[in-house]
């Protein structure tokens, strides 16, 4: 699902223009562009809401979002990652997912 720049506005609270439209500038939120105008995806959403938190809520400042961000972006990236793994680990024979699930216990309790 993807909402126009217009619906974000109204769908989120204490969410300007203005606000967005500086954070689309410096690159944390980056829409879609359809027919020239913006479109923003689930991902996007969620992701306006969590910068409009650190903005209003914590009080990050314009120095350390970019850094939560990354690390946010880090996590996110290794969890499919993970996901990535777990999925081909499930495609194997069961003898083989026996024997990685007994590496993992004897490596996670070294």
Request: aromatic share 6%; no cysteine; proline share 5%.
């Amino acid at each position: 699902m993807s909402v126009s720049e217009e619906t974000l506005v109204l769908q989120v609270e204490r969410l300007s223009v203005q606000r967005l439209h500086k954070w689309i500038r410096l690159g944390w939120v980056r829409p879609e562009r359809h027919e020239g105008a913006p479109l923003y995806q689930e991902v996007d959403i969620a992701r306006v809401r969590l910068l409009r938190d650190l903005e209003l809520e914590f009080e990050f400042d314009e120095d350390t979002v970019p850094m939560v961000l990354s690390l946010l972006d880090q996590v996110h990236d290794l969890r499919h990652e993970l996901r990535s793994i777990a999925a081909a680990i499930a495609e194997q024979p069961p003898a083989v997912r026996e024997r990685v699930a007994n590496a993992y216990r004897r490596i996670a309790e070294s």
